[in-house]
């Protein structure tokens, strides 16, 4: 009995690990992801005339009577 609960602690031991690089791996894709998504808008604001600086502020909002909100 003591050497199946052994196993069973080192196999859920052994699934821990991987999910925990698993779930680090994810991390780095959604970074590199944000990193191209910011990189494709900015090179369609330049194609369309409206270049993007990269620490550009965002415009205020603005309601349909161009009032801020």
């Avoid at 992801?33 to 194609?47: D, P, Y």
Wanted: charged share 30%; glycine share 8%.
């Amino acid at each position: 009995m003591d050497d199946r609960l052994d196993k069973l602690l080192a196999l859920a031991e052994k699934q821990h690990v991987i999910i925990a690089e698993q779930g680090k791996q994810i991390g780095q894709q959604a970074d590199s992801i944000a990193l191209l998504t910011q990189s494709v808008a900015m090179l369609l604001g330049e194609e369309i005339g409206t270049p993007v600086a990269d620490d550009a502020e965002a415009a205020p909002r603005a309601d349909l009577d161009g009032k801020p909100y």
